[in-house]
């Protein structure tokens, strides 16, 4: 059964910086692409970043230069490194793959910036 857990999210003052951690189960992780979602209220869920399994990345131009993800295949774990994090970056941050064309999702974190 594959599992993907957030954590890491919060609230931050605008321009800090917070790290997301998603911690996969149930896949082999090294061989699947992860991404960040993330979902502010009224909003559709947005594409923040992707790191596929050579460690080749995507980023939404909104974030390009702000936030970095990373995966560790060791511990499982794909990370995104927000920094000069703005009001408008508030939202419900989601982990995500694709396993056999079945996309796995994890519960969401929130994230919160005040200006």
């Known amino acids: 059964q594959v599992q993907l857990v957030e954590s890491g999210g919060g609230l931050v003052q605008a321009g800090g910086s917070l790290r997301l951690s998603c911690a996969a189960s149930?896949?082999?992780?090294?061989?699947?692409?992860m991404g960040w979602y993330r979902q502010a209220p009224g909003n559709q869920r947005e594409l923040v970043a992707l790191i596929g399994s050579s460690g080749h990345t995507v980023y939404a131009d909104s974030v390009k230069g702000r936030f970095t993800i990373a995966r560790d295949n060791t511990k499982n774990t794909v990370y995104l490194q927000m920094n000069s994090l703005e009001p408008m970056d508030t939202a419900v941050y989601y982990c995500?793959?694709?396993?056999?064309?079945?996309?796995?999702w994890g519960q969401g974190t929130q994230v919160t910036v005040s200006s």
């Open positions: 995500n793959t694709r396993v056999l064309g079945t996309s796995y």
């Open positions: 149930g896949i082999t992780f090294s061989i699947y692409a």
